[in-house]
C-alpha cells in the first residue's frame, strides 16, 4: 500500500522559510516522478514543482528562485524548502507521485497523495 506522509507545514512571517517533507513507503520512489502541489480556498490546485528519476526539476514561475524541490532516495523521502515566503504562498501543500518516470503540471496525471500539510504566510 503505497503511503505518502507530509510534515513542516506551520505559520511564519512573509520573508521567511519553511522546509516541507514527505515521508514515501509502498512505492519504488527512485523510478517514478514526484511533486509538491497546493491548493488554496477557492482555487484550483497547482503543481509547485516536481523532481523525475534524472533529478531535473521543475517550478511554478510563482516561485521560480525561491522554492527548491529535492529527494532522498535512500530515505523515500522527497523535501521542499521554501525560502522568501509571501502571503500568497498560504495554502494547503501536497506530495504527490506519478505512476512513471516522466513530470506533468496537471495533478491529474498524479496517483498517489499525501493528506496535505498547511502553509500559512503572514504579512
Known amino acids: 500500500q503505497v503511503q505518502l506522509v507530509e510534515s513542516g507545514g506551520g505559520s511564519v512571517q512573509a520573508g521567511g522559510s519553511l522546509r516541507l517533507s514527505c515521508a514515501v513507503s509502498g512505492y519504488t520512489f527512485n523510478r517514478y516522478c514526484m511533486g509538491w502541489f497546493r491548493q488554496s480556498p477557492g482555487k484550483e490546485r497547482e503543481r509547485v514543482a516536481t523532481?523525475?528519476?534524472?533529478?531535473?526539476?521543475g517550478y511554478a514561475e510563482s516561485v521560480w528562485g525561491r522554492f527548491t524541490i529535492s529527494k532522498d532516495n535512500a530515505k523515500n523521502s522527497l523535501y521542499l524548502q521554501m525560502n522568501s515566503l509571501k502571503p500568497e504562498d498560504t495554502a494547503m501543500y501536497y506530495c504527490?507521485?506519478?505512476?512513471?518516470?516522466?513530470?506533468?503540471?496537471?495533478?491529474?496525471?498524479?496517483?498517489?497523495w499525501g493528506q496535505g500539510t498547511l502553509v500559512t504566510v503572514s504579512s
Open positions: 504527490a507521485a506519478a505512476s512513471g518516470p516522466h513530470c506533468y503540471t496537471d495533478s491529474r496525471l498524479f496517483t498517489y
Open positions: 523532481i523525475d528519476t534524472y533529478d531535473r526539476s
